[in-house]
């Protein structure tokens, strides 16, 4: 692996980081301002793929486990959420791939 492979893997990372981290601070910032509503938040969450399964996991797991809770996620909007990401990176990579 060259200087330059490697250079390039350390800016997909640190881009990848900043975009994980960046769309869940909007959220944050979203909700605290009132520019996301109490009942929005709950689907907002799909918006970025940290939060859509925090959420998917919250609501099967721990509610689910508890047996009662507060709705804490869609999980349908957090699976369309991953189902999004997921394909758009892959759409993404074999674009840039290609070219």
Do not use: E, K
């Not at 929005?40 to 998917?56: I, Q, T």
């Amino acid at each position: 692996m060259c200087i330059r492979d490697r250079s390039a893997l350390a800016l997909a990372v640190v881009a990848l980081v900043v975009l994980l981290v960046g769309l869940d601070l909007l959220l944050v910032y979203g909700f605290t301002s009132g520019l996301i509503g109490d009942g929005a938040l709950v689907h907002s969450l799909a918006l970025s793929p940290l939060s859509a399964f925090r959420g998917l996991v919250f609501d099967t797991v721990v509610v689910v486990a508890a047996g009662t809770g507060p709705a804490v996620a869609s999980p349908l909007a957090s699976v369309l959420g991953l189902v999004g990401w997921t394909v758009g990176s892959l759409a993404l990579a074999s674009w840039v791939l290609n070219r």
